[in-house]
């Protein structure tokens, strides 16, 4: 990367990299939406909300957090933040001025949202965590995926002597206006023509015109034997966003084919887009749901097991590779059959944000301290002869917090080192605000459930955005379930409580508690 006058700038785009990368792990992924989006979700719950779908108070909820939001968010202007603010004392009615309201803030928001960045970061202040997260929510909230928008930066990066945070912001608006979603053709095929009672549409390709179609889109021909093929129109802004949708609309079909035959559905696992050179794998996009602590305890195939924590399990796997709306109840499901009681469903999304807040710094040291062993070896013995991670974060934390940390290679790891020291210096509000993140994302996950279930609403504006910043969350929450069980033999609900009483006594006079704040006594 080329050096900036303001080396803030360099952790900024270094950090949204890291946001739009699939392979952060989820102490360092993008946990929320954008506030472009929020708007677009308030607007829709109010009509939910109408036709008994949502409750009040989930919808009090969100503009709640939607008002907190904008009002910290230096993209908006005095006077807009105002107007939105007069407008959320009380729920809009479906529409309504206050409701319709909502629906043109976002609009004009969105229209020049890269460049009110661009402007913010200009004059050399501002927050590069709240930078990188709102970018980088907004851009892909917006249709793109993760991976063209890494190529789109690094790709413009060495053209930028020196680097200028606002330039690349002021290209990135360029591209979401000349890039809109439009409509991208993706051939899925099939080895044998599929079972349907009325035979194959007209509008499918048999034989040669499957070869043809191929041809005719540059592909290479080679070894492709297809019975059959559908050609599908997905809407995207860019190829890689096309196959993420074809894969889900295939997945779609399979379902619906097994159902409705009992065969499965003879899919050839390649997807052909056209505009791209070569083939994609059909296999289905993973969200990054991890519980890791399966493997750590050699549990996997442990007869050993609890019905209500391995249910819980098997209901999560929906939510790393199902079709959204399958991901979404069996995720769901998972979370309240574990974490809520009876007559609240909805206090599992906090329960569950308390467990994955607790777990966050571990997370972190966890990390710092093995790229410190990597990096010095043999300078820090006591951290070579720490026999746990606990007491490696412990070493780590000292380090930090009394800043005698060693410098690390990656600008990520020192944007981590930086986090982490604020962090120590006020755990309490540190905490609080990491929690209140968390908690949006699972109570979004629990509103999404209500739509699919109780609206049949299959295409609401978060279902997507919402998968992708929660699934990796989950993992982390039911990854501390498991090991509360197996280890600490904690009830999940008792390990709950503890994750509130650890959160609520945190205090800057002990930093390091942090580090331990779901272990024993």
């Known amino acids: 990367m080329n050096p900036a006058v303001n080396p803030l700038e360099n952790l900024a785009v270094v950090r949204l990299l890291e946001f739009l990368s699939d392979r952060s792990p989820w102490n360092r992924s993008l946990w929320g939406i954008g506030v472009v989006l929020a708007l677009d979700e308030l ?39 105002r107007l939105l603010n007069q407008h959320l004392q009380q729920v809009p009615r479906p529409d309504g001025v206050a409701h319709y309201t909502i629906r043109q803030i976002s609009g004009i928001v969105s229209a020049d949202y890269l460049d009110r960045w661009a402007r913010v970061v200009a004059t050399g202040n501002f927050n590069v965590e709240l930078f990188a997260r709102s970018v980088a929510g907004h851009l892909l909230d917006a249709g793109f995926s ?6 789109f930066i690094n790709a413009r990066l060495p053209h930028m002597a020196p680097f200028s945070l606002a330039q690349l912001c002021g290209e990135l608006q360029q591209e979401m206006r000349a890039s809109p979603l439009r409509d991208i053709e993706v051939m899925l095929a099939f080895g044998a023509v599929p079972r349907m009672r009325s ?26 034997r297809a019975a059959a093929a559908l050609v599908l129109r997905v809407r995207a802004r860019d190829l890689i966003g096309a196959a993420h949708v074809a894969r889900t609309e295939s997945d779609r079909y399979a379902a619906r084919t097994l159902l409705a035959t009992g065969h499965p559905l003879n899919r050839i696992p390649k997807l052909w887009i056209a505009g791209s050179t070569s083939p994609v794998p059909l296999d289905h996009d993973r969200r990054g749901v991890e519980v890791k602590e399966l493997y750590r305890e050699d549990r996997i195939f442990s007869p050993e097991t609890n019905q209500s924590v391995d249910a819980a399990l ?3 796997a929906h939510l790393d590779g199902s079709s959204p709306t399958a991901a979404v109840a069996g995720g769901w499901g998972a979370i309240e059959g574990l974490l809520a009681p009876s007559n609240d469903r909805s206090s599992a999304a906090d329960n569950l944000a308390g467990l994955v807040t607790c777990s966050f710094p571990r997370a972190e040291l966890t990390r710092l301290a093995h790229l410190v062993e990597q990096d010095f070896p043999g300078v820090y013995p006591d951290l070579d002869a720490a026999t746990s991670n606990r007491e ?30 604020k962090l120590f210096l006020n755990p309490k509000v540190g905490l609080d605000i990491i929690r209140d993140v968390i908690s949006d994302s699972f109570h979004r996950l629990y509103r999404q459930r209500n739509l699919i279930l109780h609206g049949g609403k299959l295409d609401s504006v978060a279902l997507t955005p919402g998968l992708r910043t929660v699934a990796k969350l989950a993992g982390a929450g039911m990854d501390r379930v498991t090991h509360g069980h197996y280890v600490q033999n904690l009830k999940p609900l008792d390990l709950v409580a503890k994750a509130h009483v650890a959160l609520a006594l945190v205090d800057a006079g002990n930093p390091l508690a942090c580090v331990e704040l779901l272990e024993t006594n």
Not at 396 to 403: K, T
């Open 146 to 151: 993760g991976q063209y928008l890494r190529d």
């Open 392 to 421: 490696r974060s412990r070493i780590i934390g000292g380090f930090i917090f009394a800043g005698h940390m060693p410098a690390l290679q990656g600008l990520s790891d020192q944007a981590a080192v930086m986090r982490m020291h």
């Open 199 to 224: 035979g194959v549409p007209a509008t499918w390709l048999r034989g040669s015109a499957v070869t043809d179609w191929l041809r005719l889109q540059g592909f290479d021909t080679t070894g492709v």
């Open 314 to 316: 098997e209901l999560l």
């Open 43 to 81: 607007y829709e719950a109010c009509a939910m909300m109408a036709h008994g779908h949502l409750s009040e108070a989930s919808v009090k909820r969100i503009m709640s957090s939607l008002n907190k939001r904008v009002g910290q968010h230096p993209g908006f202007t005095a006077v807009e933040k």
